[in-house]
């Protein structure tokens, strides 16, 4: 499975800023907490973690160099 | 509880060292781990103990009244944090948050003390680690002051593909903002200016560096 935004429940407040700026479509808010639910829409676009007021979504990159 | 010799041996602080004088030091070493986002050390309290990651990552960060951070550096396996503290007897400069499960060694300040006088060629360790470590500070003051922060941004691509010390922990936009001293939309728009020119492909959860010497030349 395709590496996935990481969202830290605890620090999610449910604002929803994150649902407004995802063009995929990919997450939804469940018990008030935001939750990644179709990881194939997903394109790592990083405007989740751009726009998350607390920090609660974080997508990290792994730096290489091209073989 | 068995201290890794092997581990303490690969240390910086105790290079150069036989079985014998490591396996006395072991005795003064304890064990600690954190999980992730745990502060295991906070700036402005006392500095109890002198830190080695065995295994994870650990960021050493400053923290502005307003919330802002400043990555100082991130420490990994086989490095030190809180030394100036647990030698000196300070307050912590910085505080130190897991960037993931870490395991950790730690020595107390009291027995740092005791081994600096048992073992000399631990004192000069300590100093050869101390004075590598002003190096890395006088230099990110140096970009902080005069790099443009596409030139920081470069530099840091740089240093993380080239560091040959073992596995890094992967980076976001907001990591390595706060490790060049700027914001998340200002590493945002150099990482574009640099994927716009070619020098580095923006994938799934990964930066690739295409053209290593155009991003020297950006550095």
């Avoid at chain 1, 499975?1 to 063009?23: F, K, T």
Wanted: aromatic share 4%; net charge negative; glycine share 8%.
């Amino acid at each position: 499975m395709a590496l996935m935004p990481e969202i830290d429940r605890e620090l999610c407040n449910g604002c929803g800023l994150c649902l407004a700026v995802c063009s995929c479509k990919a997450l939804v808010l469940v018990d008030n907490v935001i939750v990644i639910m179709e990881s194939e829409e997903c394109d790592y676009c990083t405007q989740c973690e751009a726009v998350c007021p607390t920090g609660a979504i974080s997508c990290p990159f792994e730096i290489v160099e091209e073989s | 509880m068995s201290v890794d010799t092997d581990f303490l041996r690969s240390v910086a602080h105790f290079s150069g060292l036989g079985l014998a004088e490591l396996r006395s030091i072991a005795k003064f070493v304890f064990e600690k781990s954190a999980q992730r986002d745990e502060l295991i050390v906070e700036e402005a309290e006392p500095g109890e103990a002198l830190y080695f990651v065995v295994s994870g990552a650990v960021k050493e960060l400053k923290t502005s009244v307003e919330g802002k951070e400043q990555i100082l550096r991130i420490i990994r396996r086989g490095e030190s944090f809180n030394d100036v503290p647990a030698l000196d007897g300070g307050p912590s400069l910085a505080s130190a948050q897991a960037m993931g499960p870490v395991h950790l060694y730690g020595i107390s300040r009291t027995d740092m003390g005791i081994i600096l006088q048992e073992h000399p060629t631990v004192a000069l360790n300590v100093t050869r680690v101390l004075g590598e470590r002003v190096r890395y500070f006088v230099s990110l003051v140096e970009d902080l002051s005069f790099k443009p922060v596409i030139g920081r941004v470069a530099k840091l691509l740089l240093d993380y593909a080239e560091d040959g010390r073992g596995p890094r922990p992967r980076l976001t936009q907001r990591d390595m903002a706060a490790m060049i001293g700027t914001a998340r939309e200002m590493v945002g728009r150099s990482l574009k200016t640099l994927e716009d020119a070619g020098t580095i492909r923006m994938e799934r959860h990964r930066i690739v560096i295409q053209d290593k010497e155009a991003l020297r030349e950006a550095a």
